[in-house]
């Protein structure tokens, strides 16, 4: 298995270090609004990466946090706590809107069939681990102390920017607004480990810099080290993480452990809404909510991101969506045909020169899926497998069989889809035996006496006949299944 890896820029085999137990961690939501459709996006890619390595016979133990504490309104550390900032205006405590909106984000999970990671931790149950954290990075020099913190000193780490490839030295001399803020830091770009509480934060714990929380980096390096060790095997998140977020978990983790702490670091492409970016002003931050209320799936959305590559900019727009819909019901549609064809052995083979001549057909397709997924999780072409075997020329079961056998890592729900398509099939053919019913018996016998005369050749008659069924308000089109009645 290959995955691209951001440190490198390059793809790289993937070799864990025990693949009974591939340790990935994943950057989780900040709990203090409804996730959007593009943070669902990075999670849906989170998810494949998941279901690619099972189906490849790995273990997992995946840690993903939920930031309920400690994440400035700015990535870089100003501001105010997101968390503190939307109790004080629903007049709720901090911990009633973790709890709430976490709730939230896992049942969008679950509505996206996205797999839960086996581990998931709050910030706030990790806070004397964070405490001595930095505690340890003090003690090692790179950290220090300010009226309202401590600090991380980049100028310490000389392998601050590696992820982003971004210079110390423009670090060093941009942002100098943010100098303006706090002019005690040393340098810009030096980030808060620990933060001084003021009297009116409401959450706030004893350290031995007195009251305080922790700043939002640290969490992700605690957290992962506590469950996973010195060095975790796969680190995940979005793309906005590489140059602030995951530069200083870089920093808090290797300068405390000394030496490299995550060997592959993979990051999920943004979601745009038509064509920009999504923001509360523009209105345009939808959520699964928005989705569902304007009569999509859940799972519709899965489908459209499951046919953008995760490190592609996707751009979402409702005809993209309608589109995406419209293809996943005839995906279920076009199963259910497979699915009540007879189960026949298929002994087609692969035409042409590709690299899959002369081979089966079916174990190209499996071959093909395989190569797909496994090749930096290509869901996009693994999908295009899946049409490629619908779109075989004749039903077979097999054909069911095969592509259900897929949804392990596609988690589109296709069995149940396919019953789903069956119960829409089955109320269309009732619904259009109601219309035949309708029909005066009038009009069936003339109808039933015109075909006797076209199979006597008594087209002269037939044609009187249509001319009576006529007069009586309805027209006959004869199609390859007989006679179709339409009232006119
Ligand atoms: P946050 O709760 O803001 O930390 O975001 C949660 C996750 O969503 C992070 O991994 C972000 O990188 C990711 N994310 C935020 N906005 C987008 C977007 N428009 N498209 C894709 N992923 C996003
Ligand atoms: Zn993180």
């Known amino acids: 298995m290959k995955i691209y890896n951001t440190l490198s820029r390059r793809k790289e085999k993937f070799v864990p270090q025990d693949p009974n137990e591939v340790k990935i961690y994943s950057c989780g939501p900040t709990v203090y609004s409804f996730a959007h459709i593009g943070n669902m996006r990075t999670y849906i890619f989170m998810d494949s990466l998941r279901r690619v390595l099972k189906r490849e016979g790995f273990g997992l133990k995946h840690v993903m946090n939920v930031t309920d504490v400690g994440h400035l309104t700015s990535d870089a550390d100003e501001g105010e706590d997101k968390m503190e900032k939307a109790a004080r205006k629903a007049q709720k405590s901090p911990y009633e809107i973790a709890e709430f909106y976490t709730a939230a984000f896992f049942k969008d999970l679950e509505r996206l069939n996205i797999d839960r990671p086996e581990i998931i931790a709050k910030a706030t149950d990790h806070i004397d681990g964070m405490i001595e954290y930095v505690v340890g990075l003090c003690e090692k020099g790179y950290g220090y102390e ?100 995951h530069e200083n978990e870089i920093a808090q983790s290797e300068a405390l452990i000394g030496k490299k702490t995550v060997n592959y670091w993979m990051h999920g492409e943004f979601l745009l809404v038509d064509g920009g970016k999504m923001s509360k002003s523009l209105g345009n931050t939808y959520t699964i909510d928005t989705l569902i209320e304007r009569g999509f799936s859940p799972l519709a959305f899965r489908y459209f991101c499951l046919n953008g590559h995760y490190r592609n900019k996707l751009n979402f727009t409702w005809e993209a969506l309608e589109a995406a819909q419209t293809a996943l019901d005839r995906l279920y549609d076009t199963l259910l045909t497979h699915k009540n064809a007879p189960d026949s052995e298929i002994t087609d083979t692969v035409p042409g020169e590709g690299r899959y001549s002369g081979m089966n057909i079916m174990d190209a397709w499996r071959k093909e899926f395989e190569y797909a997924i496994t090749d930096d999780l290509n869901i996009p072409l693994a999908l ?28 589109l729900d296709l069995e149940a889809g396919t019953e789903k398509a069956a119960e829409k099939r089955a109320a269309a053919e009732e619904e259009a035996a109601a219309e035949q019913n309708e029909i005066p018996p009038e009009v069936l016998e003339l109808s039933e006496a015109r075909m006797q005369a076209k199979k006597e050749k008594r087209y002269a008659d037939a044609d009187a006949l249509r001319a009576r069924i006529a007069g009586l308000g309805y027209k006959v089109t004869d199609t390859r299944e007989g006679p179709v009645l339409t009232k006119e």
């Open 146 to 245: 300010t009226s309202d913190g401590i600090y991380f000193d980049i100028a310490k780490f000389p392998g601050y920017g590696k992820l982003s490839r971004a210079r110390l030295d423009e670090q060093l001399a941009g942002g100098s607004e943010r100098v303006a803020v706090n002019s005690e830091k040393h340098n810009p770009a030096d980030f808060a480990l620990w933060k001084k509480a003021p009297k009116e934060h409401i959450m706030q714990w004893p350290s031995p810099w007195g009251m305080g929380y922790p700043g939002w980096h640290i969490e992700c390096s605690e957290m992962s080290r506590e469950y996973l060790g010195d060095l975790l095997d796969i680190h995940t998140g979005g793309v906005d993480h590489i140059p602030i977020h």
């Open 384 to 411: 295009s497998v899946v049409w490629k075997a619908l779109r075989h020329h004749t039903p077979n079961r097999r054909i069911y069989d095969f592509i259900v056998s897929l949804d392990d890592v596609l988690g």
